[in-house]
């Protein structure tokens, strides 16, 4: 079973950046995809990003292109995900799964079979 840990949140002010952390342990597969979703109070939960384990390629949610990078380093089994001109909308609680999910299908959380606790990203206006 794959377990997840993220790190990285924390509050800051628009226009700042922050990067997030997600470190897998156990079971890893060429087959896998880890993906970003945050979920805002009262909201239901978002795709952010994804990256595919083996080829490295990467899809992200119009709301964020241009302004978030998802990397992998493959040998820590950590996926970073690299925010910047951060905006008030941008506050929420950022998870990140890991899953098999087609390239059709990959922004969808059902997807995703593993998921982390959450680390909470607070941008003040």
């Known amino acids: 079973q794959v377990q997840l840990q993220e790190s990285g949140g924390g509050l800051v002010q628009a226009g700042a950046s922050l990067k997030l952390s997600c470190v897998a342990s156990?079971?890893?597969?060429?087959?896998?995809?880890t993906g970003w979703f945050r979920q805002a109070p009262g909201k239901e939960r978002d795709f952010v990003a994804a990256?595919?384990?083996?080829?490295?390629?990467?899809v992200y949610a119009d709301s964020v292109k241009g302004r978030f990078t998802i990397s992998r380093d493959n040998a820590k089994n950590t996926v970073y995900l690299e925010m910047n001109s951060l905006t008030p909308e941008d506050t929420a609680l950022y998870y990140c799964?890991?899953?098999?999910?087609?390239?059709?299908?990959?922004?969808?959380?059902?997807?995703?079979?593993?998921w982390g606790q959450g680390t909470q990203v607070t941008v003040s206006a």
């Open positions: 799964a890991v899953g098999t999910p087609i390239l059709s299908a990959i922004r969808r959380s059902d997807m995703y079979h593993y």
């Open positions: 156990g079971p890893t597969s060429s087959s896998h995809a």
């Open positions: 990256i595919r384990r083996s080829s490295g390629s990467t």
